[in-house]
């Protein structure tokens, strides 16, 4: 088995592998992998160093095909010295999948003062301590018993609630294959990760028969994760009785050292055909 989710292709073209495979159908991609590859293309924008990625916005237009070659197309969409935007985007066959808007900040801008009031936000439990989530999650999530990224290529370690207990959550993940071949994972691409299980992990549902899928991912982060772990406290919340069929999760984002930002998921709720 490959021990990257994405295979290079040349040409700025990369391969989705069955380590990408998502739990509602194994023909398409986990949104994690997706946005990590759009998230590695942001930090390589080879315009200039010292910006601070401060929000990544993921829009999931169509179903990303594992084995299907995806190209990356990059943009600096707004140029600037102390704020700037980067799109990314991924086209298949003609076709654009999904895309990123990436707003960065020049980081050491100013110094903070000695009176500033910071918020106490201690991070989850020691993931060394937490214990580990059995790999096979949801009964009737994964329709192959072959390798998917939720399973085989993440680890789950929970303080409260799980994966297969209908509720709020607090869990730290961490990405134990490589994106692509040969290159440690960023922080960033590990918060990207992390960030798209908010909905799985704190789903209100029970039921198998319903799917409540993310078509974005919006992520904000007052300074860069370190470390392997990403912590995660997160709920979920639906539009019942009148909007039924829509909701969002969001999750507060962690490292061992403390807080680092926000992520928030749109819901599309519906019956499994």
């Given at each position: 088995m490959t021990e990257a989710l994405f295979e290079p292709g040349g040409d700025a073209r990369w391969t989705p592998t069955e380590l990408s495979r998502g739990p509602w159908d194994p023909r398409h991609c986990h949104g994690g992998p997706v946005g990590a590859l759009l998230a590695r293309a942001v930090e390589r924008f080879d315009d200039?160093?010292?910006?601070?990625?401060?929000?990544?916005?993921?829009?999931?237009?169509?179903?990303?095909?594992v084995g299907v070659p995806l190209e990356v197309r990059t943009e600096l969409e707004r140029p600037g010295r102390k704020v700037s935007l980067v799109g990314v985007a991924l086209w298949a066959d003609g076709a654009e999948v999904a895309r990123m808007r990436a707003l960065r900040?020049?980081?050491?801008?100013?110094?903070?003062?000695?009176?500033?009031?910071?918020?106490?936000?201690?991070?989850?439990?020691?993931?060394?301590?937490?214990?580990?989530?059995?790999?096979?999650?949801?009964?009737?999530?994964?329709?192959?018993?072959?390798?998917?990224?939720?399973?085989?290529?993440?680890?789950?370690?929970?303080?409260?609630?799980?994966?297969?207990?209908?509720?709020?959550?607090?869990?730290?993940?961490?990405?134990?294959?490589?994106?692509?071949?040969?290159?440690q994972p960023s922080g960033l691409q590990r918060v990207v990760v992390?960030?798209?299980?908010?909905?799985?992990?704190?789903a209100g549902i029970a039921d198998d028969g319903y799917s409540f899928i993310n078509p974005d991912l919006t992520?904000?982060?007052?300074?860069?994760?370190?470390?392997?772990?990403?912590?995660?406290?997160?709920?979920?919340?639906?539009?019942?009785?009148?909007?039924?069929?829509?909701?969002?999760?969001?999750?507060?984002?962690?490292?061992?050292e403390g807080r680092t930002g926000r992520s928030v998921q749109s819901l599309l709720v519906a019956r499994r055909d």
């Amino acid at each position: 088995m490959t021990e990257a989710l994405f295979e290079p292709g040349g040409d700025a073209r990369w391969t989705p592998t069955e380590l990408s495979r998502g739990p509602w159908d194994p023909r398409h991609c986990h949104g994690g992998p997706v946005g990590a590859l759009l998230a590695r293309a942001v930090e390589r924008f080879d315009d200039e160093p010292g910006w601070h990625i401060a929000r990544l916005t993921i829009e999931l237009m169509r179903p990303v095909a594992v084995g299907v070659p995806l190209e990356v197309r990059t943009e600096l969409e707004r140029p600037g010295r102390k704020v700037s935007l980067v799109g990314v985007a991924l086209w298949a066959d003609g076709a654009e999948v999904a895309r990123m808007r990436a707003l960065r900040i020049g980081s050491g801008a100013a110094l903070l003062p000695d009176s500033t009031v910071h918020v106490d936000d201690p991070p989850p439990a020691d993931p060394e301590t937490s214990p580990t989530s059995p790999p096979e999650w949801r009964a009737g999530w994964v329709a192959s018993t072959g390798p998917a990224f939720h399973s085989h290529a993440v680890e789950h370690r929970y303080v409260t609630g799980n994966v297969d207990i209908p509720g709020p959550a607090e869990l730290w993940v961490r990405l134990t294959t490589d994106v692509v071949p040969g290159e440690q994972p960023s922080g960033l691409q590990r918060v990207v990760v992390a960030a798209d299980f908010g909905n799985g992990v704190s789903a209100g549902i029970a039921d198998d028969g319903y799917s409540f899928i993310n078509p974005d991912l919006t992520i904000h982060l007052a300074r860069p994760s370190v470390g392997e772990w990403v912590g995660m406290r997160s709920a979920t919340y639906y539009g019942e009785p009148d909007f039924a069929g829509s909701g969002f999760a969001e999750s507060a984002l962690y490292d061992v050292e403390g807080r680092t930002g926000r992520s928030v998921q749109s819901l599309l709720v519906a019956r499994r055909d």
